[in-house]
């Protein structure tokens, strides 16, 4: 029985995932200032550009959480697993 590997993301892969968070948000911006509509128009969107951000990092976190406690209860149920293996003696005579 093999535990699960936990893989890392490399620097590099972590610097791309930002970079290319930073520049779509940015583009995003820079069309909503300069969308030729009114004042109202251009707030609601930059509120709404605002509240999915948000929502997307809440979102990410929200994963990471499920997939870390999956990862803490399987390592809880390996546990359980090899300690009864461990204390299993087929050659015990039974009283």
């Known amino acids: 029985m093999s535990t699960p590997t936990q893989t890392r993301n490399t620097t590099a892969f972590f610097a ?3 970079i290319s968070f930073a520049v779509a948000l940015a583009a995003l ?3 909503v200032l300069y ?3 009114d004042p109202w128009t251009r707030a609601f969107l930059a509120v709404t550009t605002l509240w999915l951000t948000t929502s997307a990092f809440t979102l990410a976190k929200c994963i990471r959480d499920a997939q870390e406690d999956q990862y803490v209860v399987s390592r809880l149920d390996q546990a359980r697993v090899d300690k009864l ?3 299993h003696d087929p050659f015990r005579s039974v009283s």
Request: without cysteine; hydrophobic residues 65%; charged residues 10%.
């Open 16 to 18: 791309q995932a930002g």
């Open 29 to 31: 911006l820079l069309a």
């Open 35 to 37: 969308l030729p509509v």
């Open 85 to 87: 293996l461990a204390d």
